[in-house]
């Protein structure tokens, strides 16, 4: 999704229309994450990026979408631009942390 939204409508009100493209970006990821996966993947990813135009969009993780939405309302323009791309995931294993250990018993530091 590649999108300029409108902030300004001669009859609907600002924060109706941040209401409107807030669920049509959910309704877009939803419809997204339910496409099937391709082989060794594990869950849909987003390239997200946010502006006042194409040119001037900055990187932005999913989850502050609507933060990004609340803030151009906040700026009162007029329009704003975002761009939501699929990509395949992989989950990475975390690291483990060495544990102390005493003889068989594994011990919590502090104890």
């Not at 409108?6 to 970006?25: F, G, S, Y």
């Not at 979408?65 to 995931?89: H, M, N, R, T, V």
Request: glycine residues 4%; contains cysteine; proline residues 5%.
């Amino acid at each position: 999704m590649k999108k300029t939204f409108k902030l300004t409508h001669p009859k609907i009100k600002v924060p109706q229309l941040v209401v409107a493209i807030k669920h049509e970006v959910r309704k877009y990821l939803r419809r997204e994450r339910r496409k099937i996966l391709p082989e060794k993947v594990d869950f849909w990813d987003f390239d997200c990026r946010c502006g006042v135009d194409e040119a001037d969009s900055g990187v932005i993780h999913v989850s502050d979408i609507d933060k990004a939405i609340d803030q151009a309302e906040s700026k009162q323009l007029e329009s704003f631009y975002l761009e939501i791309l699929a990509k395949p995931g992989r989950r990475r294993k975390k690291p483990r942390e060495e544990q102390q250990t005493n003889g068989d018993r594994t011990t919590k530091p502090g104890s």
